[in-house]
């Protein structure tokens, strides 16, 4: 079971990118998915997430209007696009998964998923 973050890299402010979380091993369509982003000494915060069927999410106050969640199982791929970059958003970013959809507290907690990818470096430049 392995899940792997793609798609980081350079942009400038208001820039954008797409994240892309991919699974080996297992089916991401029976998944949730959680975007989480972590800098150097800080805490692992949640971003954004989305339930198996891609119906449902969340998204943290300082990213919604930004960013957007969304996944194609057909591709067993889920997306994180990201607009209007700032540098404050450079960081590295995690997807994760579980199998259950709960509320948005629990969605946001680090040990409520079971699997993590490695992550993708972002780095917005001004």
């Known amino acids: 079971v392995q899940l792997q973050a793609s798609g980081g890299g350079l942009v400038q402010a208001g820039g954008s990118l797409g994240l892309s979380c991919t699974a080996s091993?297992?089916?991401?369509?029976?998944?949730?998915i959680g975007w989480f982003r972590q800098a150097p000494g800080k805490e692992r915060e949640a971003l954004a997430c989305?339930?198996?069927?891609?119906?449902?999410?969340y998204y943290a106050n300082f990213v919604e209007g930004r960013f957007t969640i969304s996944r194609d199982n057909t591709k067993n791929t889920v997306y994180l696009q990201m607009n209007n970059l700032k540098p404050e958003d450079t960081d590295v970013y995690y997807c994760a998964a579980r199998p259950r959809w709960d509320t948005y507290r629990t969605m946001s907690a680090i040990d409520a998923y079971d699997y993590w990818g490695l992550g993708t470096l972002v780095t917005v430049s001004s």
């Open positions: 091993g297992f089916a991401l369509e029976r998944y949730c």
């Open positions: 989305t339930d198996s069927s891609g119906s449902s999410t």
